[in-house]
């Protein structure tokens, strides 16, 4: 009866799950890099090696394996490319993820706490977050969940020398396979991967530290054909990328994101968010003294520690590393975020934390979750703004000599995605710069190519259709950069600025009536 009991609150955790997922899934706009995705995926897998690898300045032309791009490929031969149906295949890898962290808190902690892990992720907004992404780290936080939990297993096999050898050792096979296919999915899965590692070395236990270099052993076999190419796609990472090192508050919000939502959001919610998710963890922190110090809970100790480890460390580890080589991205820290919903789980269910006080912190967690969830569901600015609302927009007014001109990439490959018929064209980035990051092979898989000021990208046109983000004037002028400003004189020197209509914070500006000579050449910055 209780076996019976729950599995199906177990089932009923993972319709939850699979509902917050679906709401909104098609009506919130594709963002850049959702775009990114579906337009390079589509063109197959010889397409975007050569996007990818082809040698730039010494580096690759891209810093992402093709294990998500290949199973989008293959999702959008048989589904579609709807915004609906791309994202849907990060909702079921998202669901699936609940599943398994039910597994592995069941393995750890038991039945009671497993499902409040399950629960926890369900209604997680950084969980719901990704799994509504067309992007690569809901598959990221799946294989990674799916190796802790063979790695456990793993570990408590080889803790039983009367085992069959085989038995014993399916675990690592199957955890250096899951551990090669994420480091195809995400190579800043190595962070994860080092902290699990790192494990048998610290317990010093001789079987454990053999038995996980087996699996790492298969690991690198699985991740070799690509492993050969790492050099040249970390080139490109420490000649030029868009990151900034992290600073010291950087935990804190990667904390409210964990917690609530990964989103610039305003205040006094993104505040009431902030304090909420420390106050959660400074108070679980003086749960854990008290508890770890009671030597009935020697036993338990190392699996909580554990579970901790796995939480923490890889952010340490990438805001360390980062601190030479900024790597930080919060997205990619999805499985620690993951695992730390089962240190909650435990935090609720095992630590002995009074039930008045638990009721007020789950209130607590409660106001988080509604408010990522708002936010989430409701977000419509950059970088998810209304694209097709501008692209329908301008659709309906098109005349024969229009040309629609991006101050940049990001409102260009969106819009594309929403209207593959109409001629768009964007300004690239600085060559070198830390933004530049579509490279000219992967803009020719992707068959869109950057001009290199509004001159060259406005040739032919009689109309031009102006696209720009209403902040980006104020970000080139404190960047010192002239790009925008000689963008704007130049149009206005050369065509009638005749219509101007807002899309949230998306900007489309109609130019008419061209004149003067419109064959100068690009300025120079």
């Not at 909702?91 to 499902?115: H, I, P, R, S, Y």
């Not at 190796?147 to 456990?152: G, L």
Request: charged content about 15%; aromatic content about 14%.
């Amino acid at each position: 009866m209780l076996v019976n009991r729950r599995w199906w609150l177990l089932a009923l955790i993972v319709l939850l799950a699979l509902a917050l997922r679906l709401i909104n899934l098609g009506v919130r706009n594709l963002w850049y890099d959702e775009a990114f995705a579906v337009l390079f995926s589509e063109k197959g897998l010889d397409a975007m090696v050569y996007g990818t690898l082809t040698p730039v300045t010494g580096g690759a032309a891209d810093i992402h394996p093709l294990l998500y791009y290949t199973a989008l490929n293959i999702w959008m031969a048989i589904f579609g490319q709807s915004p609906f149906y791309v994202r849907l295949l990060s909702v079921v890898l998202g669901v699936a993820t609940v599943a398994v962290v039910f597994m592995l808190a069941d393995e750890l902690f038991g039945n009671k706490t497993a499902l409040l892990a399950a629960f926890i992720t369900a209604i997680a907004p950084f969980h719901v977050q990704y799994s509504q992404e067309t992007r690569m780290y809901t598959m990221l936080g799946l294989l990674l969940t799916v190796a802790s939990w063979c790695f456990v297993k793993g570990w408590r096999a080889g803790n039983n020398p009367e085992q069959n050898l085989l038995l014993r050792l399916r675990y690592w096979l199957a955890f250096g396979v899951l551990a090669g296919l994420a480091m195809y999915t995400q190579q800043l899965a190595a962070f994860y991967l080092v902290a699990l590692g790192l494990i048998p070395f610290l317990a010093r236990r001789p079987v454990q530290i053999a038995n996980f270099l087996i699996g790492t052993v298969v690991a690198v076999i699985v991740y070799l054909p690509w492993l050969v190419n790492l050099p040249g796609q970390f080139q490109k990472v420490r000649s030029y990328y868009w990151l900034e090192p992290p600073t010291i508050g950087t935990p804190f919000l990667t904390i409210r994101s964990f917690m609530s939502v990964n989103l610039d959001f305003p205040a006094p919610a993104s505040t009431i968010a902030l304090l909420g998710a420390v106050f959660m963890i400074v108070f679980f922190g003086v749960q854990f003294v008290m508890w770890i110090q009671n030597p009935r809970n020697r036993k338990e100790r190392k699996v909580l520690v554990f579970v901790l480890w796995l939480a923490v460390m890889p952010p340490v580890l990438m805001w360390l590393v980062s601190q030479i080589q900024p790597v930080y991205l919060e997205r990619s820290l999805l499985p620690s975020a993951v695992i730390s919903y089962i240190v909650l789980a435990w935090f609720f269910t095992r630590s002995g934390i009074p039930r008045p006080i638990a009721v007020a912190l789950g209130g607590v967690g409660l106001v988080l979750v509604v408010i990522g969830l708002f936010y989430q569901y409701t977000w419509a600015t950059f970088p998810n703004s209304p694209f097709q609302s501008a692209t329908d927009f301008i659709d309906a007014r098109w005349k024969d000599g229009d040309v629609i001109v991006h101050m940049n990439k990001l409102s260009t490959l969106p819009m594309i995605y929403y209207e593959r018929s109409l001629p768009q064209r964007f300004i690239g980035d600085r060559p070198g710069s830390g933004e530049d990051t579509l490279a000219l092979p992967t803009q020719e898989t992707l068959g869109i190519f950057a001009d290199s000021c509004v001159q060259a990208a406005s040739r032919d046109g009689q109309r031009i259709w102006w696209v720009v983000f209403d902040f980006a004037e104020k970000q080139y002028a404190a960047a010192k950069r002239p790009e925008m400003e000689q963008s704007l004189s130049w149009l206005n020197e050369h065509f009638t600025p005749e219509q101007k209509q807002q899309f949230n914070d998306l900007d489309v500006v109609l130019y008419t009536n061209p004149h003067g000579d419109l064959s100068a050449e690009c300025q120079t910055s």
